[in-house]
Structure formats: structure tokens, C-alpha cells
């Protein structure tokens, strides 16, 4: 397979902007002459090997920033919005959404919010009783939970000063002591910890300062309400200030990012980031032996692998994502060239939904997406009993993956064959912009290709995909 050529003109022109430099001194400093910097800048040439080299010794700068980031997910966000009937046949080609979202971000993130505030509109007027529901949020407004989940999203899921500040808390502590330090946290502050089955998971009354957390929940449960907790009491200001700079639309939005932020710093705390970084590759990533050895949960260890992204200090870029037994995406973030729809379910080839069949199995898959990528997907599923006989259990299905030149470092590739182009699947992101001509599990037609449509003939599907 050809080597994509890197076209990273807006990163390329960021990392110059932030070293305070003209373009002829940074064309100087790293050797190229200034129209070829512009060039490079302005995307009429890819980055040269020179130049990311230059970037690396001149500058110290983590060269792998320049082909990571919100580009794709910017690309896929667009082909999916794009996929909406209202533009009809006029999509544009794949290459000219790649230029918006590389050499302008913000314009692209200005129309995926236009059409985010046309659908929710369109929505609302269909649906009266909906309009009515939502309490006077205005019109145009990303609903809170969207506009948080595209927060973490396009911030790669990794909150620097966040991640940081877990890490420090979590020291030279073991998954036990750990529990005791932040109970210790607590107590300073003068928190009063009790346990009653009948508070729910947590509950923290400010007035009597008493934490309440379940007397049935599994150790890792304790542990992270716990730490999420000290988060929204004990660093508070930094939260805030993490807060300030999202630039929220609705106060309802900030809560639920709160939320999120205090949920971040327990995972970070849980799951250090050094330590957790150097028992991924002691283990080769071996999901069960890292959840034995941080007390932590399988989906917890998922998570935290898709979050490995500091600079200078890199995990393999994993994506992650949890659906419901309706196939639905509950959670979701990528750090690799595989991203996910914004909305509804992933596609069914995928192994993810068949972990519900399987349950305590972990599943391997090796797949390939339409733009010739490919991937190692594990799937599990993930119950979480309500904890007594009456109380109902949620059942998930959690999907971790990587591009398969990573395959080696992962216990999951182990006697597979990465190098038989016939084991792998084929499988896409959503069906309107899966470009697959002859998927026998297609819902619907793909936007970008013409439909032949006989009465006289029927194969897998009611109409032909031209190819």
C-alpha cells in the first residue's frame, strides 16, 4: 500500500505562531527556503522528511502531533453531516473536505455547528411535544450532552493539566492505599464518609459535608467515586479553569462537563499515566492482567489505553467505544483514523456486536475500512448488575482497537495472520457514507455513488451501487 503523503499546513503554521516566529525565520531554522514554507503552510505540498526532522531537532517538537489530531475526525464529522438528505447529490469529493479540515478548522467546525442547529430545529418542529419538553433551551444551541461529548472529542479525550494533577495525587500509591489517600483527602477537609445501600451509588449532602457511597459496589466502583469526589472538592480550581477555557454554551453544558472533568481525574488517578504506560507494553496490552494489577475495571483499562496521547510521551493510538444492546453508541473517541458516526450506531459487521453472544470472551477481529486502513478489533461484552434481584442489569458491549501495524505489540494478534489480506473484514462507519457496493448488510444507499434500480432483478439489495 502507497505511503499517504502528510498535508499538515494549519499545524505546520500553529507550531509557528506558538515559537513566536516569522515565516523566513522558521523557514531559516529549519532549512527550506520561504516559498516552500508557504507552500507547505497553505497545503500545495505535503511536509517533507527535511522539514519533520528540523521540527524534531531544532524545535524538540513531538512530530507525531502533526499527523494526529482533529483532522480525520473533522473529515468524518463533515461526510456524516454531509449524508443528510437536505444536500441531496451535492456532496463534495472526499479530497476537498480533507482541504476544508486541514487549512480551515474553524470554518469546518462553524458548518458542522450550522447543521447541527438545523437538524435539532428540524427535529423540534417535528415533534411539538418535544419543543415544548426541553424547557426554553433556544433554538440553534447544541444540546449540553452533544456539545460535552464533541468537548472531549476534538480535545483528542487526553485533558493535559488534568491528567497530570491525577497522576501526582496517585504517587506511590497502590490500588489500596490509594482508597485510604483519598479518604485521607477527604477527612482533611473535614468530609464524613459513611456506606448505606440505599443512597444510590454516591451521594455527597454539602450541608452535613457527608459522603454517602453504596455498601454493595465492587472495590474499583469505591475507589473511583472516591477519587471523583476529591476531584470536585479538593481541585475545584483547576476544574474551573478547565471549564472557563471550553467556552460552554449553557450552564447546563458546564455541569455536565464537571462531571466529566471530576470523572477524568478518577480514572487518571486509577490508572496513572507513567505506570500505566509502562504496564500496557509490559503486558502487551493484556487487558485482564492490567485490571488485576490496577484493580480497575476491563472498560476502565479500555478507556484509559484511548487516552494514552501526552505529548512526548505516547501510547498506541487506540480507538475505543461502548454500544447497548440496541446498537447504539453510549461512548466513543478514537485516537487513530477510524472514527465513529455522530450519531446512531456503528456498522454491524463490526465484532463489537457480537460480544452479547459471547459473554466473558474477548473476541478478535481483524478488519479493514473502506479507505484501506486496517485494523486488530477486540470486542467484550460488560454487565453491570443493578445488585439485587429486583434492580435491572446493564449489559454493554466495549470495542478496542488499533491500526495492525501496532498488531505485534498486543497479546490479542497472537498465532493471527496480519499478513493474509483475506482475514480481514470488511466494515465502515455508518452505512450513508460507506461506500461498499455490494454489503449485504446495507441499510441504506451510500450518498456518494449512483443507484441502478431494476424491477426485473434482485440480488442482496433492492437496487445495485454503481462502482
Excluded at 87 to 94: E, N, R
Aim: hydrophobic share 40%; proline share 5%; glycine share 6%.
Amino acid at each position: 500500500m502507497a505511503k499517504q503523503k502528510l498535508y499538515a499546513g494549519a499545524k505546520l503554521r500553529d507550531m509557528r505562531r506558538k515559537l513566536d516566529l516569522s515565516q523566513k525565520e522558521f523557514a531559516s531554522k529549519l532549512g527550506v527556503s520561504l516559498p516552500y514554507l508557504n507552500q507547505m503552510e497553505n497545503n500545495n505540498r505535503p511536509v517533507s522528511a527535511g522539514v519533520v526532522l528540523g521540527l524534531a531537532q531544532e524545535f524538540g517538537i513531538d512530530v507525531t502531533e502533526l499527523s494526529t489530531g482533529e483532522t480525520e475526525r473533522l473529515v468524518s464529522d463533515m461526510r456524516e453531516a454531509l449524508a443528510d438528505p437536505l444536500f441531496g447529490d451535492a456532496a463534495p469529493p472526499l479530497a476537498d473536505l480533507r482541504l476544508a479540515a486541514s487549512n480551515a478548522p474553524a470554518l469546518t467546525h462553524a458548518f458542522l455547528e450550522l447543521h447541527r442547529a438545523y437538524r435539532q430545529t428540524h427535529e423540534r418542529l417535528a415533534s411539538l411535544d418535544e419543543a415544548l419538553g426541553r424547557g426554553g433551551q433556544g433554538p440553534g444551541l447544541a444540546s449540553p450532552w452533544e456539545e460535552v461529548r464533541d468537548f472531549f472529542h476534538y480535545c483528542n479525550n487526553y485533558i493535559d493539566a488534568v491528567d497530570r494533577a491525577a497522576e501526582r495525587f496517585s504517587t506511590g500509591a497502590d490500588t489500596i492505599s490509594l482508597r485510604a489517600r483519598a479518604e485521607a483527602a477527604l477527612d482533611r477537609i473535614g468530609v464524613r464518609l459513611r456506606f448505606d445501600e440505599s443512597a444510590g451509588l454516591r451521594h455527597y449532602d454539602a450541608e452535613s459535608r457527608t459522603l454517602t457511597l453504596s455498601n454493595r459496589a465492587a472495590p474499583a466502583t469505591v475507589a473511583f467515586q472516591l477519587l471523583h469526589q476529591v476531584a470536585l472538592l479538593c481541585h475545584t480550581d483547576l476544574i474551573e479553569a478547565t471549564l472557563d477555557l471550553a467556552r460552554f454554551q449553557t450552564a447546563q453544558a458546564r455541569d455536565i462537563a464537571r462531571i466529566g472533568m471530576a470523572n477524568y481525574f478518577a480514572g487518571a488517578a486509577l490508572l496513572p499515566y507513567e505506570q500505566f504506560l509502562a504496564a500496557a507494553q509490559d503486558t502487551r496490552h493484556d487487558l485482564e492482567r492490567m485490571s488485576d494489577h490496577f484493580g480497575a475495571s476491563i472498560e476502565q483499562v479500555a478507556h484509559r489505553l484511548s487516552t494514552l496521547q501526552r505529548t512526548g510521551a505516547k501510547g498506541i493510538p487506540f480507538f475505543f467505544v461502548r454500544v447497548d444492546q440496541a446498537g447504539t453508541i453510549t461512548k466513543r473517541h478514537s485516537a487513530t483514523l477510524l472514527q465513529f458516526a455522530r450519531y446512531g450506531g456503528a456498522c454491524p459487521l463490526w465484532n463489537v456486536h457480537r460480544a452479547f453472544e459471547t459473554p466473558g470472551r474477548f473476541l478478535r477481529q481483524l478488519a479493514e475500512t473502506p479507505d484501506g486502513v486496517r485494523y486488530l478489533c477486540l470486542a467484550r461484552d460488560v454487565s453491570k448488575p443493578g445488585g439485587s434481584f429486583h434492580a435491572p442489569v446493564r449489559r454493554y458491549a466495549i470495542g478496542l482497537g488499533c491500526e495492525v501495524r501496532h498488531a505485534a505489540a498486543l497479546v490479542y494478534a497472537d498465532d493471527m495472520d496480519p499478513s493474509n489480506a483475506r482475514a480481514f473484514e470488511p466494515i465502515g462507519i455508518s452505512c450513508r457514507i460507506c461506500e461498499r457496493p455490494d454489503c449485504h448488510q446495507r441499510s441504506v444507499p451510500p450518498l456518494a455513488r449512483r443507484l441502478t434500480i431494476d424491477a426485473n432483478r434482485r440480488g442482496i439489495l433492492p437496487y445495485e451501487v454503481e462502482r
